[in-house]
């Protein structure tokens, strides 16, 4: 599986970022699909998840209310619209995915995930 993320960019705080990652696996809609960030010097760190099958969707504290993730399963694509940015979201984004639906208690650990995308840099500027 291959997973092409797109859509980082500088902003300056308070501004508006989409970011887009397509999958080349055919049997998408059954993946679970999340997206992570890392900063320097820090771990990479869960920022939202949808689980195939699931109407909800999943958030770090941090970012709820200010991201939303999506996905296209006609596409083969998630989405990560993010508003209101701050300083401290710059990072680089990485979509990640798991051929199947991942138990909520291990939703947002990295180490749960199978295949990840090359990352996309957010810079948000204050």
């Known amino acids: 599986v291959q997973l092409q993320a797109s859509g980082g960019g500088l902003v300056q705080a308070g501004g508006s970022l989409r970011l887009s990652c397509a999958a080349s696996e055919r049997f998408f809609s059954s993946y679970t699909m999340g997206w992570f960030r890392q900063a320097p010097g820090k771990e990479r760190e869960f920022v939202a998840a949808?689980?195939?099958?699931?109407?909800?969707?999943y958030y770090a504290d941090s970012v709820k209310g200010r991201f939303t993730i999506s996905r296209d399963n006609a596409k083969n694509t998630i989405y990560l619209q993010m508003i209101s940015l701050k300083p401290e979201d710059t990072a680089v984004y990485y979509c990640a995915s798991h051929p199947r639906r991942i138990i909520l208690t291990a939703l947002r650990s990295p180490g749960n995930y199978d295949y990840w995308g090359q990352g996309t840099q957010v810079t948000v500027s204050s």
């Open positions: 949808v689980r195939s099958g699931d109407t909800n969707t």
